[in-house]
């Protein structure tokens, strides 16, 4: 496993979380004139109040990046239990505008956000567990490899002088059946 590799794209991941939240925002306030529910509760105009929801969004990236981390550690199939664990988490926070007392066009606007910030999430730390586990060749079978190209034995592997091939022998019976013999083999 490498785990620069792993924490190296949940930091990416987190970029892109906090952005999305800013663009969902702007998309939502400017385009759509639809106010987004904050974590808190509180609408977010553009304020202090995204920022803290990009904070968070980035947060949920890094804590999602750590859960990662420890099933590349412990578990046989990380990814798999990642995809459950995340999956729901995702689906969790989709449903969490819901739970707030607001009007139902901003939950909605939140809700679809908080479900693309999963989305992207589990998505980008799926493919980097994957890219991040690094396969170990095994050493029993092939103790070496040769480059591309590389025509000759190996030192200490040269052909001991005054060792001849085997040469194929006809057995008794072939010679008693009456075969005809030839005075060369084709075998050689």
Same mark, same amino acid.
């Given at each position: ?136 060749? %095994? *050493?029993?079978?092939?103790? /070496? #490899? $040769?480059? @591309? &190209? !590389? %025509? *000759?034995?190996?030192?200490? /592997? #040269? $052909?001991? @002088? &005054? !060792?001849? *091939? ?23």
């Amino acid at each position: 496993m490498n785990p620069a590799r792993v924490w190296g794209g949940g930091v990416a991941a987190a970029v892109v979380a906090a952005l999305i939240v800013v663009v969902g925002v702007m998309i939502s306030k400017s385009l759509l004139g639809i106010r987004v529910l904050t974590p808190d509760g509180a609408p977010a105009y553009g304020s202090a109040a995204t920022t803290g929801y990009a904070i968070s969004a980035a947060a949920l990236a890094l804590v999602a990046t750590l859960l990662l981390y420890i099933l590349m550690l412990s578990t046989p199939e990380p990814n798999r239990f990642f995809g459950w664990i995340a999956g729901l988490g995702t689906v969790i926070i989709t449903l969490l505008p819901f739970m707030n007392s607001a009007a139902l066009v901003p939950q909605i606007a939140t809700a679809v956000i908080n479900l693309i910030i999963g989305v992207a999430i589990v998505s980008l730390l799926a493919s980097i567990g994957r890219t991040a586990i690094e396969e170990v060749p %095994d *050493q029993g079978q092939y103790p /070496y #490899e $040769q480059p @591309r &190209g !590389y %025509d *000759q034995q190996p030192r200490g /592997y #040269e $052909q001991q @002088r &005054g !060792y001849e *091939q085997p040469r194929y022998e006809r057995s008794r019976e072939y010679e008693q059946r009456g075969y005809e013999r030839r005075d060369h083999n084709p075998y050689d």
